[in-house]
């Protein structure tokens, strides 16, 4: 259906533009916008404090489960990933054609769940079985959650509201370790509970106790304004009204939002090399620094929490306000500042990478991974927002759930790829710094030279869109 506006599903509105831009458009109030704004935020907070508390739980299900380092990687990574590929883009597809709240409800409801039911598991195989959905839940949240924003936030504002939701990662990542450290040694001590036939370790109920606060927000969610959808451009690609089913499940399973990127490969493909290696590396330190720090300098859950949940804390904070600076200073001379940001923020981030494991001390070593976390944020957000800058407005939610897959799926990889190369080629358990050297010397710069391929397509494209208004 080129040239005309998407079809508005039941109880989505859709609002046209008025002389092919944005002159016309009614933006809801601040006050939905920023409510709306908040329990994504706190949304994205429960996802990335799993994450941190289940790398602070990694020495404890290594040794109670009897797991090898690959075996212990593949149950951070690509059990939570196994079937994403069935459903994760489909359902990044109902954030384009429902009212987003309601996707956004649902998957915080099903995170909840799946963490949960790995505090009741008896085995590997069950952990890994209540781990494969874990991904499914999430794969719909970043979608919708960007593109509510989208149309919930004027463009000169939008920037301002993905540094805004950064604080659920930043929250997550500080939080996770302080809390986590300190759960995990609290629990530490208790014995086995015996529940209905089930025997759950102290460590499991942790993940247990996560299914309240998903259950909250998710009612939340239910408060939220839908705002209207910004109807496509004339000459965008748009997916299909009508025909057969073969072709509307071809949509649905994001045909249409493939077409979109593949028309622009020198402006997408860069991005999306890019943001997959570094996920590798990211995900890959992230879940492997508590066994690094307790294999390495000794340290306990509890030590580590609290100088992680600090230097997290510092680094993500001067990441927003540096980054946020920075992008802004680069905008004004350059029309690819957010990717041009991105690949010196890259840059950084590879070098305290490398040199994070080879610290003398264990002080020296997380202060060089603050460095890299306030690179990491300060790269994150015009990261996010150039891929949303440049999106067709009737495919967004799909084409970022596919620029995301790249993201969740390489980054899942990344804790199995460090136990790979742990068990396969350094061999030794106490030296984990040569997996963590050897990941980040590989991977990194691979992903800075992509950013900086990606510069000028897309600075060309942006000049294009604003030619046209857009």
Same mark, same amino acid.
């Given at each position: 259906?080129?040239?005309?506006?998407?079809?508005?599903?039941?109880?989505?509105?859709? &609002?046209?533009?008025?002389?092919?831009?944005?002159?016309?458009? &009614?933006?809801?109030?601040?006050? $939905?916008?920023?409510?709306?704004?908040?329990?994504?935020?706190? $949304?994205?907070?429960?996802?990335?404090?799993?994450?941190?508390?289940?790398?602070?739980?990694?020495?404890?299900?290594?040794? +109670?489960?009897?797991?090898?380092?690959?075996?212990?990687?593949?149950?951070?990574?690509?059990?939570?990933?196994?079937?994403?590929?069935?459903?994760?883009?489909?359902?990044?597809?109902?954030? +384009?054609?429902?009212?987003?709240?309601?996707?956004?409800?649902?998957?915080?409801?099903?995170?909840?769940?799946?963490?949960?039911?790995?505090?009741?598991?008896?085995?590997?195989?069950?952990?890994?079985?209540?781990?494969?959905?874990?991904?499914?839940?999430?794969?719909?949240?970043?979608?919708?959650?960007?593109?509510?924003?989208?149309?919930?936030?004027?463009?000169?504002?939008?920037?301002?509201?993905?540094?805004?939701?950064?604080?659920?990662?930043?929250?997550?990542?500080?939080?996770?370790?302080?809390?986590?450290?300190?759960?995990?040694?609290?629990?530490?001590?208790?014995?086995?509970?015996?529940? !209905?036939?089930?025997?759950?370790?102290?460590?499991?109920?942790?993940?247990?106790?996560?299914?309240?606060?998903?259950?909250?927000?998710?009612?939340?969610?239910?408060?939220?304004?839908?705002?209207?959808?910004?109807?496509?451009?004339?000459?965008?690609?748009?997916?299909?009204?009508?025909?057969?089913?073969?072709?509307? !499940?071809?949509?649905?399973?994001?045909?249409? $939002?493939?077409?979109?990127?593949?028309?622009?490969?020198?402006?997408?493909?860069?991005?999306?090399?890019?943001?997959?290696?570094?996920?590798? +590396?990211?995900?890959?330190?992230?879940?492997?620094?508590?066994?690094? !720090?307790?294999?390495?300098?000794?340290?306990?859950?509890?030590?580590?929490?609290?100088?992680?949940?600090?230097?997290?804390?510092?680094?993500?904070?001067?990441?927003?306000?540096?980054?946020?600076?920075?992008?802004?200073?680069?905008?004004?001379?350059?029309? +690819?500042?957010?990717?041009?940001?991105?690949?010196?923020?890259?840059?950084?981030?590879?070098?305290?990478?490398?040199?994070?494991?080879?610290?003398?001390?264990?002080?020296?070593?997380?202060?060089?991974?603050?460095?890299? &976390?306030?690179?990491?944020?300060?790269?994150?957000?015009?990261?996010?927002?150039?891929?949303?800058?440049?999106?067709?407005?009737?495919?967004?939610?799909?084409?970022?759930?596919?620029?995301?897959?790249?993201?969740?799926?390489?980054?899942?990889?990344?804790?199995?790829?460090?136990?790979?190369?742990?068990?396969?080629?350094?061999?030794?358990?106490?030296?984990?710094?040569?997996?963590?050297?050897?990941?980040?010397?590989?991977?990194?710069?691979?992903?800075?030279?992509?950013?900086?391929?990606?510069?000028?397509?897309?600075?060309?494209?942006?000049?294009?869109?604003?030619?046209?208004?857009?």
């Amino acid at each position: 259906m080129a040239g005309g506006a998407i079809p508005a599903a039941p109880g989505v509105e859709v &609002v046209e533009p008025l002389g092919g831009d944005l002159a016309g458009r &009614v933006w809801p109030s601040s006050r $939905a916008a920023y409510w709306a704004l908040l329990v994504i935020v706190l $949304a994205t907070f429960l996802t990335f404090f799993d994450q941190v508390v289940f790398g602070m739980l990694a020495q404890r299900i290594k040794h +109670d489960f009897g797991l090898t380092d690959s075996q212990l990687g593949f149950l951070a990574g690509p059990a939570s990933i196994i079937c994403y590929f069935f459903v994760g883009i489909p359902l990044a597809r109902l954030a +384009d054609i429902v009212p987003r709240k309601y996707v956004l409800a649902g998957g915080v409801t099903i995170i909840g769940t799946v963490i949960a039911l790995g505090g009741i598991a008896q085995t590997f195989v069950q952990f890994v079985g209540s781990r494969v959905f874990l991904a499914a839940g999430g794969s719909a949240h970043a979608p919708s959650s960007y593109s509510l924003l989208a149309d919930a936030f004027p463009p000169k504002k939008l920037t301002r509201a993905f540094a805004l939701l950064q604080f659920g990662f930043i929250g997550g990542t500080t939080l996770g370790p302080w809390i986590g450290g300190m759960l995990v040694m609290m629990t530490a001590t208790w014995a086995p509970s015996h529940v !209905m036939g089930l025997r759950v370790l102290g460590w499991q109920w942790i993940m247990i106790w996560m299914l309240l606060p998903a259950l909250l927000v998710a009612l939340l969610f239910l408060t939220v304004k839908e705002p209207a959808r910004l109807a496509p451009a004339a000459d965008a690609l748009q997916p299909p009204a009508a025909g057969s089913l073969g072709r509307r !499940m071809a949509t649905f399973m994001g045909w249409d $939002a493939f077409k979109a990127i593949n028309a622009k490969p020198k402006v997408y493909y860069p991005l999306f090399g890019a943001l997959a290696l570094s996920a590798l +590396d990211v995900f890959g330190l992230q879940f492997w620094r508590t066994p690094f !720090m307790i294999r390495t300098y000794g340290w306990n859950e509890a030590q580590i929490g609290k100088a992680l949940g600090l230097v997290v804390l510092v680094g993500s904070l001067a990441g927003l306000a540096i980054g946020g600076v920075f992008v802004e200073w680069l905008a004004k001379r350059h029309k +690819d500042a957010n990717v041009r940001a991105s690949a010196i923020w890259f840059g950084v981030v590879t070098v305290t990478s490398i040199l994070s494991p080879l610290m003398p001390t264990p002080e020296a070593s997380i202060g060089m991974m603050g460095i890299g &976390v306030m690179a990491g944020m300060a790269g994150a957000v015009p990261q996010n927002a150039a891929v949303q800058r440049v999106a067709p407005n009737a495919m967004r939610g799909q084409v970022t759930a596919m620029y995301l897959f790249m993201f969740t799926f390489f980054g899942a990889l990344g804790s199995w790829f460090v136990g790979l190369i742990q068990d396969n080629v350094v061999g030794d358990e106490a030296q984990l710094w040569k997996s963590l050297v050897i990941t980040a010397g590989t991977l990194l710069p691979l992903a800075t030279l992509l950013m900086i391929r990606a510069m000028k397509p897309y600075r060309e494209e942006v000049t294009r869109l604003e030619a046209e208004g857009r």
